[in-house]
């Protein structure tokens, strides 16, 4: 590493992408020859279950820029996240993932900008392609839900890849928060942002982990970090049908006393009990959630562990 120039820090997670690794590292070496700063490259395997390990320490032996963090388990990609950040030295970091969606040709404009004094890069995709209409339609709908309910502008079609600047490194450093919502924690540090735009590639090789069930409790866990507002629907929903039982309520003691009441009514009052029991189950859930956030919290547990850190300077 050269002395006296100011320090690029890459972080990539990965996980099970060995069909990907060689051709990321190859393309990130290329682009940082444009980028006139000393650079690290640091690799996060969570918990990887084929070679993809081995093919990065085997290149790391002719690339004295590579150091692989392995992680003792697979904890997510937000934590291998995190647990990058907290290893970067850099000046300036950038966060990419490993399959090539994102270019690494990009970092020397974000880089730019950075130098024109932006705490904060962010990539936003203009096309996503490779992903199919309901990925898009239900990001596109997720962003808008999120965006409506929370204090923190969360910008719309932008993933991780991002340059972030020591100062704002070092203010993400100080959120601990177990249930790690990336997206919003780099929204709301703040620091001055702006973003660049870009065209999505679709996956250089493999197969996503991102399936709809994680990517379902991915948009809960965002939202339920970032507002409070389902907890405040809940109540809303709560008091109104109330309000509307006791209305009900009293129209039908006046109309027994007025005008008596035979046995009828049976399918209106099933309708009435599956309705109620409906808007409470669903605001028990939403307490639910809220509550097992804080059981986690309440842990204090270790947000990862690194099993071995590998790099050329430990030879």
Known sequence: MQKNKE?????????????????????????????????????????????????????MESDSRIKILDLSRNFGKETAMTAGIDEAKGDAVIVIDADLQDPPELMAEMVEKWREGYDVVYAKRVERKGESFMKKLTAGLFYKLINKISDTEIPENVGDFRLMSRQAVDALNQVRERKRFMKGLFAWIGFSQIAI???????????????????????VEGISSFTQ????LATYAGFMTAFGAFVLGLYFIIKTLIFGEATQG??????????????????IGILGE??????????QRPLYFIKKTYSKSDD
């Open 266 to 283: 049976f399918p209106t009052l099933i309708t009435v009990i599956l309705f109620f029991s409906g808007v409470q189950l669903l605001s």
């Open 229 to 232: 507002e389902p907890l405040r």
């Open 7 to 59: 320090l690029l820090s890459i972080i990539i997670p990965f996980y099970n992408e060995q069909e990907v690794i060689e051709e990321c590292q190859k393309r990130l070496s290329s682009a940082v020859e444009k980028i006139d700063m000393a650079v690290e490259m640091i690799y996060i395997n969570d918990g990887s279950q084929d070679n993809s390990l081995a093919i990065l320490a085997e290149m």
């Open 197 to 219: 735009e870009y065209s999505r590639d679709p996956r250089f090789a493999g197969e996503t982990n991102w399936n709809y069930k994680k990517l379902l409790k991915f948009a």
């Open 290 to 299: 809220y509550i097992g956030h804080m059981f986690i919290e309440s842990k």
